[in-house]
């Protein structure tokens, strides 16, 4: 690609944002990263059919539920980088996850394998009934090592 004289690159754009007025917000906009979308109390199926390895979007949210040796959780699908749902614009399998927007890969437990994505993903709560039907709670954010035990 041939740039043309006057043609201002996206670094050099940027560049010039940062330092004019309003450049410490710019700044800290382009690098702080975006939190998980608001997906309220969600039902994630039967404990029994979520075997240890599996990794598995949710339908119509952007979150996802899986097992580990340690038990169950689940984790936000929006992208840190720029708020991509990775269950929509990606893939979602037990070896991690892919942005198809921009690129980000995550492993299974959302933390980030390449970038441009500057956070890993957040984990949520998740609570089983005595029935063994799972519900994962989107509004409640968690430690990235917390499970279900079951």
Known sequence: MTRQPGNVTRRRFLGLVAGGVGGVAATAACSS????????????????????????????????????????????????????????????????LFCGCHGSQFDANGNVVAGPAPQPLDHFAVTVDASGELTVHGGQVVGAGDRLKV
């Open 33 to 96: 990263g975006v939190g998980p979308a608001a997906v309220g109390d969600v039902p994630a199926g039967n404990v029994s059919n979520l075997s240890v390895g599996t990794l598995r979007a949710l339908s119509g949210v952007p979150a996802c539920i899986g097992r580990d040796s340690g038990g169950v959780y689940a984790m936000t699908l929006t992208c840190t980088h720029a708020g991509c749902d990775i269950g929509q614009q990606g893939s979602v399998s037990g070896a991690g």
